[in-house]
């Protein structure tokens, strides 16, 4: 008998999908569940919200990587706050000029699980001489680290409980401290349907801390909704990059299979539907 996963995205409204429990239990931080389901393969929740699926799993960690990845001439390290299910950090690892993909997570057992479990996600990031794994507090370590980085993505859950100071003014500027000249920050940001405000406020926060901030938007299955992006520099903006110069980067770092990124998408990211003008402003 199958069970129904449901996700609320409001009150009113959210998503399901059939699937069979396959493993349960409480970390000393969250509610880890692993989930097959006949429409998405393998799905990892965390506290009831679906983090990542074997099948849909490129629509986001592609677009929460690659605009500002290919947009910056020659990343030398990447950071990645969060993204224990390594889809992140697999691909960053994509880019051969990275020298070392830095993944810091705070829950070791969603390391151990996705390691186990979600090869599918990662694809052996975790074997890669060139991934570091640091467990620990994503904060702390913004705080206290004298490392500096070109990319840094925060592959986080979603701005709500605890997580809400992780999309602060605060930790944005904690994460400009730790950016080489020309570096750029990703981030995820939720639905421009059912969570416009959520969508306002971060872009606000933001735009407290960085001159160039740029939303984008890319459906995600699993969400249940078209779901928003951010990248965030002083002065990287990857919409200057046409669709042809975005293939030439492609073929230049010979960067492997891409299931939704190419140059027309990079452009078509970047499209914003009248209704989501009001939002983004």
């Not at 008998?1 to 396959?22: H, N, P, Q």
């Not at 405000?197 to 938007?217: E, G, K, S, W």
Request: contains cysteine.
């Amino acid at each position: 008998m199958s069970d129904k996963i449901f996700e609320r995205l409001t009150d009113a409204a959210g998503v399901y999908f059939d699937g069979e429990l396959v493993m349960r239990a409480q970390t000393p931080f969250q509610l880890l569940e692993v989930y097959e389901t006949p429409q998405l393969g393998r799905v990892l929740r965390l506290d009831g919200f679906n983090m990542t699926s074997e099948r849909d799993e490129f629509l986001y960690h592609e677009a929460l990587v690659h605009p500002c990845a290919v947009a910056h001439p020659h990343p030398r390290r990447a950071l990645v706050i969060g993204g224990g299910d390594g889809g992140s950090s697999e691909e960053l690892l994509k880019h051969p000029s990275l020298e070392v993909v830095h993944m810091v997570e705070l829950d070791p057992d969603v390391i151990r699980v996705s390691r186990e479990r979600f090869a599918a996600v990662h694809r052996g990031a975790f074997d890669n001489p060139r991934l570091q794994v640091t467990v620990g507090d994503g904060l702390v370590y913004l705080r206290e680290t004298a490392h500096r980085y070109d990319l840094v993505s925060m592959d986080l859950t979603d701005p709500v409980g605890p997580s809400l100071e992780l999309y602060s003014p605060a930790t944005f500027a904690l994460a400009k401290g730790v950016m080489n000249a020309g570096g750029a920050l990703t981030l995820h940001m939720g639905s421009p349907f059912f969570h416009g405000d959520r969508i306002r406020q971060t872009l606000a926060n933001l735009r407290q801390v960085f001159r160039v901030v740029v939303p984008y938007f890319s459906y995600i299955p699993l969400y249940g909704s078209l779901w928003g992006f951010a990248s965030a520099s002083d002065t990287l903006d990857p919409r200057a990059l046409g669709p042809q110069e975005v293939e030439r980067v492609i073929a230049a770092r010979a960067l492997g299979e891409l299931r939704l990124y190419n140059g027309e998408v990079h452009r078509a990211l970047f499209a914003l539907p009248n209704y989501v003008k009001p939002l983004v402003g």
